[in-house]
């Protein structure tokens, strides 16, 4: 029996990267769902990320099976699967064209070497294979380049983008008409002082990309974080507070009535997202102490208005911008290739 010219070598790095995310993913979908699952209800935004999460730790783990080994014969490839089992025969003299198409992210590049043979396609990526150059030329030696798939698969990359672009459009000016119906809302939102003694030390906390917040916990209400960032943040006085209000002191906070009704003194029903959605988080739009006003509720309101009417006309011009970009895109593909494209 005749022996393979080439065995492939799978890349070292490629596999590397596949396993550090089959971990890295797997270990953030546990604690995803770990805490959601920690509270009186269960929270949809842990779970929900904790299952994407999980999928790409899933994926990860399939991918390293599915980097298919290939043998190279004189006159044929066959191709087995990772586990190394055979899945199909190729031979050489069956192939009649090839074409090479080079691809890249923001931190990588490689190759896509796709081979036609009898009216089917296989593709062998350089990124899974370190001696892809030379698969490349025992495979496509003496064999036609195609460069007209390259054209068409520009095509049909730009022709993907251009749908993106265009629904990715309409959601930011979705986004733009729930910006305007929050503001609505918020004129006739009414708010509610409570007060409470503070069972954590004051401080100013940083989540993620540097954003600043408050977080103040109440001996009267354990269940509850109560939160003060974003507009909130920046309209208080939060040097002051951090330095002048202890814990175990007394304070005020002003806070959403209908909230205060449904979580604090359960006098309302709640609804889903109220139970699943940020059960254990309150939005502070006030805050003061016997001596001080920290956090004033027109100062808050005030500038609230103000960033939610730039915000709105910011998302109506990118949203439109976004739409009439990807319809120039899909103009400039001939018709023929859309309706190929779209199918």
């Given at each position: 029996m005749d022996k393979p010219i080439i065995i492939t070598k799978k890349s070292f790095g490629t596999l590397i990267i596949l396993i550090l995310g089959f971990i890295g993913a797997g270990i953030a979908a546990y604690f995803l769902i770990k805490d959601s699952l920690l509270l009186k209800y269960y929270q949809i935004g842990g779970l929900v990320g904790g299952v994407i999460f999980g999928l790409f730790s899933l994926l990860a783990l399939i991918s390293i099976f599915f980097i298919d080994n290939l043998k190279i014969y004189k006159d044929r490839l066959i191709v087995f699967s990772g586990l190394g089992f055979k899945k199909q025969t190729i031979y050489l003299k069956d192939i009649n064209k090839w074409t090479e198409i080079e691809k890249q992210t923001k931190h990588t590049k490689w190759k896509d070497l796709i081979i036609y043979y009898s009216e089917n396609k296989y593709t062998i990526s350089s990124s899974g294979y370190k001696n892809y150059e030379k698969i490349k030329y025992h495979v496509t030696k003496g064999k036609r380049k195609?460069?007209?798939?390259?054209?068409?698969?520009?095509?049909?990359?730009?022709?993907?983008?251009?749908?993106?672009?265009?629904?990715?459009?309409?959601?930011?000016?979705?986004?733009?008409?729930?910006?305007?119906?929050?503001?609505?809302?918020?004129?006739?939102?009414?708010?509610?002082?409570?007060?409470?003694i503070i069972d954590n030390e004051p401080k100013i906390e940083k989540g993620s990309k540097?954003?600043?917040?408050?977080?103040?916990?109440?001996?009267?209400?354990?269940?509850?974080?109560?939160?003060?960032?974003?507009?909130?943040?920046?309209?208080?006085?939060?040097?002051?507070?951090?330095?002048?209000?202890?814990?175990?002191?007394?304070?005020?906070?002003?806070?959403?009535?209908?909230?205060?009704?449904?979580?604090?003194?359960?006098?309302?029903?709640?609804?889903?997202?109220?139970?699943?959605?940020?059960?254990?988080?309150?939005?502070?739009?006030?805050?003061?102490?016997?001596?001080?006003?920290?956090?004033?509720?027109?100062?808050?309101?005030?500038?609230?208005?103000?960033?939610?009417?730039?915000?709105?006309?910011?998302?109506?011009?990118?949203?439109?911008?976004?739409?009439?970009?990807?319809?120039?895109?899909?103009?400039?593909?001939?018709?023929?290739?859309?309706?190929?494209?779209?199918?």
């Open positions: 195609d460069e007209k798939e390259i054209k068409n698969w520009l095509d049909r990359v730009s022709y993907r983008y251009s749908i993106f672009f265009i629904l990715f459009g309409l959601l930011v000016l979705y986004g733009a008409y729930w910006l305007q119906n929050d503001r609505i809302d918020k004129t006739d939102k009414r708010t509610i002082s409570i007060s409470g540097g954003s600043r917040y408050i977080q103040v916990r109440l001996k009267e209400y354990p269940e509850f974080k109560f939160s003060i960032s974003g507009v909130a943040f920046s309209e208080m006085y939060a040097s002051d507070y951090v330095n002048s209000v202890k814990q175990g002191d007394s304070i005020f906070l002003t806070i959403d009535e209908g909230v205060a009704r449904k979580k604090l003194w359960q006098t309302s029903s709640l609804g889903y997202l109220d139970k699943h959605y940020g059960w254990d988080r309150i939005s502070v739009y006030g805050l003061r102490d016997m001596k001080k006003n920290y956090l004033s509720l027109n100062d808050y309101s005030f500038r609230d208005k103000n960033e939610a009417t730039i915000l709105f006309w910011i998302c109506i011009f990118v949203g439109v911008g976004f739409i009439f970009y990807g319809l120039y895109e899909i103009k400039k593909i001939k018709p023929t290739a859309n309706t190929q494209y779209s199918q």
